[in-house]
């Protein structure tokens, strides 16, 4: 069983940035991959960006340019940089941790509210 935790979210104006943080309680070195979701209200919840255990990543189109997903093995974190934030980035952000067979793990969420 893994714990995400996630933090850095907050209220930005448009352009804006803000680095989020995703704290595991236990490793996450063999995961498969480490991702970032995001869900607007009444929206179905999306993929932001995934990096996998090689370091390889991947973006929704919307966010490609603007936000960077990294990992560190050492401190069991994941982050996202989210640069030139715009208000339709405006969503709860979830941390996700995929581990195969053995198992998928959510956060419980960081609002982001991006002003226009």
């Known amino acids: 069983q893994v714990q995400l935790v996630e933090s850095g979210g907050g209220l930005v104006q448009a352009g804006g940035s803000l680095r989020l943080s995703c704290a595991a309680s236990?490793?996450?070195?063999?995961?498969?991959?480490m991702a970032w979701y995001r869900q607007a209200p009444g929206k179905q919840r999306d993929l932001v960006a995934l990096?996998?255990?090689?370091?390889?990543?991947n973006y929704a189109d919307s966010v490609k340019g603007r936000f960077t997903i990294s990992r560190d093995n050492a401190k069991n974190t994941v982050y996202l940089q989210m640069n030139n934030l715009q208000p339709e980035d405006t969503a709860d952000y979830y941390c996700?941790?995929?581990?195969?067979?053995?198992?998928?793990?959510w956060g419980r969420g960081t609002q982001v509210t991006v002003s226009a």
């Open positions: 990096i996998r255990s090689y370091g390889i990543t």
């Open positions: 236990g490793s996450i070195s063999s995961s498969n991959f």
């Open positions: 996700n941790a995929n581990f195969g067979p053995r198992g998928t793990y």
